[in-house]
Structures are given as C-alpha cells and as structure tokens.
C-alpha cells in the first residue's frame, strides 16, 4: 500500500541514540541513552538444537498490530534455524480457532505460539496442547485456562498508569480528566481503567469523568463534544485506545480549543503523526515486535531444553514530541 | 395513484396518511419529556451548542433509518447497513488517498457503491426469494469483510489532506447549521416525500401490509422490493460520506453495530416490525430520542453501561406502547 508521510521519517531510527527518554520504557532496567530502542534480543537469537516445526495463531491478520507482530515471529523463526506455520482467523469465531489449534496438534508441530481471539473461549484449544504435549506460549493475551510455558505481554495496568502520571504532570495535578474507556466488559478495556484511575485517584484535585467509547472513534468525538459542553473547564482526555483519542482530537480542534492534554494508547501511526503535529501530547506504546521475537526465542530455549521466564512483561513507552520521530521511525 | 387502484390492493390510504399524527404522538411524547428532565437536571442541555451536538450525533443513525423504514414498512430488515457504510466510505476514501481521486467523483463513488451494494441485498431477496434477515446477515459479513480486504485492515486517517474540500460533508455549515444535519433533512424530506407521493411508497406500505394480496393485484413486487433495498444502499452511501468527513477518515470497522440503532429509531418511532405500519415522521423522532439519551446522560456523567440499558428500555417500552395504542384503536 502506498506510503505517504511516513517515507520523511526513515531517519527516525538513525537518530536514535541521541535521544533521552523522558518516557519510561517500562520494566526496563534503567535504559540508557544508546540502547536499541527494541531491544529485540534479550532471550536470542538462539540456535535450534533440532529444525523444529513451530504454529503461530494469527487471530486478527488485517490488524496492524498483529501484523507487526506475526513479522516479528517470522523474522525470528529464521533466525533461530526453526520453521513458523502461520494459522491465520479468517473469522471472529473463537471456535474456528479452537479448531485451528486442533488441526496444529494433529499436524504434531513441536510448539505452539499463540494470539488468542478470546481468552476464555480458546481454553479447550490450550488444553489439547497440553494433553498432546505440546507446549503453548502465549503473546499479548493470557488464555483463561490451560498450561503455558511463558506468556509475553504488555501490563496493561503498568501502562495506564504511566499515562496516568503523565496527565497529571502536565496538567498540574489539578482538574477534569475525560476517561474514554474502552468497550466495557473487555479484559484490557478493564486492565486500562484500573491503571489510570490508580494514578488520578491519588490526587484530591483532580476529577474524572468515565465515559466509554467502546474503542471507537465516533464515540470518542460524539462523547468529547458533549463532555466540552457540559464540563468546559475540561484540561485533559485520555482515549483508552488510539482510534478514541483521536476522535476526542477532533472534537477538541472543532472547539477551537488548544488548551487541553491528549493521551491515546495503541501506538498506531496515525497517532504518532497526532503527537508530532502537537494535538496530542502522548501516546501509549506497545511492542509488538518483542512480542513475537521473545515468544519464539522463549519457545525454542523451551524446546533446546532450558527454564523460561513464566512471565515476560514486553514494556511500554510514552511518545512525546521529543521521541517521536523515532517510533514513527519503527512502524513506518 | 387513483383511490380505485389502492382500494384494489385491500388498502386504506387514509390509514397511512392521516394515521402517522397519532402514530408519532407517543415517541414524540417522549422526546419532549425527557428532554425536559434533562434540561432540569442539567441546564446546558439547552445551548443552542449543545443542541446542535445532539442533531449532529443524531445523523447517521437518522440518515440510516430513513432507508430502513423502507425496508422494514415491507416486512425486511437489513442488518448489512452498519457494514454498507464501511465498504462505500473505504471504496472513495482509497479513491481520494490512494488514486488521488477529486473530490466530487469520489463522493458520487461512495454513493453509487452504497446503492449498488443495496440492490444486490434486493436482488438476492427477491430473486433467491430468501429471507431478508439470512440475506443481510450473510451480506453484513461479506461486506465488512471485503472493507477490511481493500485497506488491509488498517484506518486511513486525514483524508482532507488529500482533499481539502471534503471536510465539507462532515464538519462545514450553512448559516450555522452542521452540514451532517442539512443532509439528514435533506434525506428525511426526500424519503418523506417518497413515501408520501410515489408509487414507490403505496407499493412500500402495501407489500408490508399483504405480499400476496399485493401481488395477486398486479404489482410487480420485486421491482419495488429492489427499488426499496437501492434506496436503503443509497442512504449508507449517503450516510459513508457524511459520517468518514465527520471522522475525517475512512475504517473498516465504522458504523460496526450501527444496524441495530437504525432499527430501533425506527421501532420507537413506531413503525411494526412486521411491516405495512408506520412513518418516516417517527423515525426521526426516534433517532433523536436516542441521541438525546447519550447526549444527556454523558451531560450528567452517568456511566455508559446505564446509557445502554435505557436505550434498550426505550425501545422495549416503544413496542410496549405501540402494542397497547392498537389494541385500544383495533
């Protein structure tokens, strides 16, 4: 597909080590100035002591988040000497994958890397995994039930809260904050919430009104225009994901408003390109490249017969202005 | 339309021409008390700021319900509406970002797209002669499907800086009323006046009201069936280029759900379910009691799980009412 602004950032990634981090990158330990921003090496490559056939469950193949993330496990699957059969949801349907995995465990692959569509609905499909033998991690989202080997994923709560300081840094500790919140009812819409809310909860001045916009941009728009209306002295809007923080963008431009903190959380692009053009102060970043990249290393340290790590937190990141150009850099 | 021939299709013209101001008394009933209330709990519901928010949130689903009178006054439904948005609003959105498309063609793409997809819905409906629910259900699926096909999944973002002049379905004005709020007019007058005047809409009512009297009378049904799910595309058309200005940008995933808020505008504005029974009038008035609910409800901070559970109210509380007014009238 056609590439437009993103083509003027390829030196984003060249400008790199100049930068400092004023955002955390979470569970970090203390990053330095010249780390690789990806850190894409913490657990390989490793050296397959055998070719080992690996299946990666691919539950949203047109998402952009999924697709940085199956890239990932491709790249490294060749790196580590082992061989990725991707199955690929075509459906929203849990039991197509449920059905998928049983056809993987039928094929007899060595390791199993999974997204899941829905974390309770796939356990059944965990679970012949493990009744075959055959190891599962798991990346982004934590099957319900079921044994893992590791799972590698964002914190969630880690992150909102992160966005949660931010706010509060910049607006002073004081005032409204709209929470648009994602779809109610969803795992991560809840994990969200919790993070922000522990953070603005601790302080007396500031006040926050939850609203969901079930991670939709029109709902972050319609919503922020009424919350402007009924709350003018509003200083700040955190969107729950990046599409609803964007909404709230163009309710707060239609006002002909300038005044008021934007967070969003996802690290979509579109997002990236709102930061650098100065209508959102942040955004929240995932990595789903580690995702992928760790959860096959994981697997093959796993199956070369090594402990793995039970828990992998990938990290997050605030992108500011200041560190923009180099995430812009990643996803371009 | 000669009273000879509508008594011929077993049909009371006065029923639907004067039966609309009582239909429409209850919903609108509604409208003006619960807005009242709102107003007493929170007084800028009132501004005319905010009142406009309200018409302006009220569009697509206005627009939307409009074509599904239609579809529902004959006894069908069409569930694809929320997915014939995102496919109409992804084909022009590529046409402007991709192809550098102007303007104006790309608009007219959005619309033709949107009707075409509408006759293909009708074309199954009364060719296949399946039920409309199975065909729009399935058609829902393909047609989501095929918007997430074209763009890869992936939003496309700022599409006025491809096309400046494009923000003017969404975000202009005339004389300060919001641009979405003159096109929903501008649709509702149109549908109004169709179903009013045109043997479009006798036939429309009539179908509803008895298929197969209807049929054995002469009329060349799936002619008028067709022409009916066509509008209803056109109006997703309509509505893809209003609402991907509005967002300024065009997703896959828009007006994901968006079928069943046009279906219940347009069952709280009183118009049954199984066809042959209702007005345009209504549908409008329940697509702004629905967005005078989430608009007054964010006012006052109420969380969304209760907004959600009103609305559901609402419309069982519409049928409710619909269900008792016939009885005391039959």
């Known amino acids: 597909m056609h590439r437009r602004t993103f083509l003027t950032i390829s030196a984003g990634l ?19 100035a010249d780390e690789d921003l990806l850190d894409l090496d913490r657990f390989g490559p490793v050296a397959a002591s055998s070719p080992y056939t690996l299946a990666f469950f691919q539950p949203y193949p047109n998402n952009e988040f999924w697709q940085r993330l199956q890239g990932a496990v491709e790249a490294r699957a ?17 039991a197509d994958q449920v059905a998928q995995m049983e056809a993987a465990v039928a094929a007899a692959v060595d ?17 012949a995994a493990n009744n075959a033998g055959i190891p599962v991690i798991a990346v982004d989202t934590a099957p319900a039930g079921g044994e893992l080997v590791s799972l590698a994923q964002t914190d969630n709560v880690e992150a909102s809260a992160a966005a949660g300081a931010f706010i509060a840094e910049a607006i002073g500790e004081a005032g409204k904050v709209l929470n648009l919140q994602g779809e109610m009812g969803n795992q991560t819409a809840q994990a969200r919430n919790e993070g922000l809310h522990r953070v603005l909860d601790g302080f007396a001045e500031i006040q926050v009104i939850d609203q969901s916009a079930n991670w939709t941009q029109e709902l972050g728009l319609s919503i922020t225009e009424n919350v402007l209306t009924s709350d003018p002295d509003l200083v700040a809007i955190f969107g729950a994901n990046d599409p609803a923080a964007l909404g709230a963008v163009q309710a707060v431009k239609a006002a002909g408003r300038d005044d008021i903190v934007i967070v969003g959380f996802d690290g979509n692009p579109s997002a990236f390109e709102a930061v650098q053009a100065g209508d959102m102060a942040a955004d929240i970043a995932q990595f789903p490249e580690r995702m992928g990249t760790y959860g096959v290393d994981l697997m093959v340290l796993h199956l070369n017969g090594e402990e793995v790590e039970a828990l992998v937190d990938t990290g997050t990141a605030v992108v500011t202005a200041e560190n923009v150009e180099v995430f812009l850099g990643i996803v371009s | 339309m000669s009273n000879a021939a ?86 022009g959105g590529l046409l402007m970002w991709e192809f550098g498309w102007p303007m104006w ?34 058609t829902m699926q393909i047609f989501r499907g095929a918007a997430l096909q074209l763009t890869d999944g992936k939003p496309i973002f700022d599409l006025t800086a491809f096309q400046p002049s494009f923000s003017m379905w969404g975000t202009g004005d005339l004389g300060g009323i919001p641009a979405p709020v003159i096109i929903t007019l501008v649709v509702f007058v149109a549908g109004w006046l169709i179903l009013r005047y045109t043997r479009l809409g006798l036939y429309t009512y009539a179908i509803g009201g008895n298929e197969q009297a209807t049929r054995f009378s002469g009329v060349q049904i799936n002619r008028y069936k067709l022409g009916v799910y066509g509008l209803m595309g056109v109006t997703a058309g309509v509505a893809a280029v209003m609402w991907s200005s509005r967002l300024n940008s065009t997703q896959p995933t828009v007006a994901t759900g968006e079928e ?71």
């Open chain 1, 111 to 127: 390791g199993i890397i999974l997204g899941t569509i829905n974390a309770a609905g796939v356990v059944p499909g965990v679970e």
């Open chain 2, 105 to 138: 063609p790309a608009v007219l793409v959005m619309v033709v797209v949107g009707g075409l997809l509408g006759l293909i819905n009708g074309a199954i409906v009364t060719l296949g002669r399946i039920p409309p629910f199975i065909v729009t259900l399935g």
């Open chain 2, 6 to 91: 509508s008594q011929a299709l077993g049909l009371d013209l006065r029923r639907i021409t004067f039966g609309n101001v009582w239909q429409v008394i209850g919903p609108l009933a509604s409208l003006i008390i619960l807005s009242l209330l709102i107003w007493w709990a929170e007084p800028v519901f009132m501004s005319p700021q905010n009142l406009l928010n309200v018409a302006r949130q009220a569009s697509l689903t206005a627009i939307l319900a409009t074509g599904m009178t239609f579809v529902i006054l004959t006894g069908g439904i069409d569930l694809s509406v929320g997915s014939m948005v995102a496919l109409s609003s992804v084909c």
């Open chain 1, 14 to 32: 060249a400008t790199a080590p100049a930068l400092r981090w004023t955002g955390a990158l979470a569970q970090d330990a203390t990053p330095t």
């Open chain 1, 78 to 94: 060749e790196a580590d000497g082992v061989t990725v059969e991707v199955y690929a949801l075509g459906s929203n349907e849990v």
């Open chain 2, 260 to 330: 069943l808020n046009a279906i219940a505008a347009v069952v709280i504005g009183g118009t049954s379910l199984f066809g042959g029974e209702g007005s345009i009038v209504g549908t409008l008035i329940g697509a702004l009691l629905m967005a005078v609910i989430r608009n007054g409800l964010t006012l006052l901070h109420v969380p969304s799980f209760y907004q959600q559970m009103v609305i559901g109210a609402v419309v069982v509380l519409a049928v409710l009412i619909d269900r008792l007014r016939r009885r005391e009238t039959a």
